[in-house]
Nanobody, 113 residues
């Protein structure tokens, strides 16, 4: 199983970015898929996840600003990030659980004026 993350980049505070995670297996077969992030000198932390049944969870720090979604046609799990803050700067990792943990490569998100 492979997960391929894309998107990210540089945004100004208050701006928006989108991340996409393409899976080599049907996304609806995963028990859970989501996004983690890791800032320098910090531990990797959960940002948002969606279960196979469609239930979502968001970290308190991103509630109301980020939205996770699944696109069955493109077989991707997406993270829309609005009202970005400098503290959102991190490397973002796509994650999926299908019998075991799978990770995509990280994609950098930088929020700076």
């Amino acid at each position: 199983v492979q997960l391929q993350a894309s998107g990210g980049g540089l945004a100004q505070p208050g701006g928006s970015l989108s991340l996409s995670c393409a899976a080599s297996r049907r996304i609806f077969t995963f028990k859970v898929m989501g996004w983690y992030r890791q800032a320098p000198e910090n531990q990797r932390q959960l940002v948002a996840r969606v279960t196979g049944g469609g239930s979502t969870y968001y970290a308190d720090s991103v509630k109301g600003r980020f939205a996770i979604s699944r696109d069955g046609a493109k077989n991707t799990v997406n993270l829309r990030m609005n009202n970005l803050k400098p503290e959102d700067t991190a490397v973002y990792y796509c994650y999926g659980f299908l019998g075991k943990d799978y990770w995509g490569q990280g994609t950098q998100v930088t929020v700076s004026s």
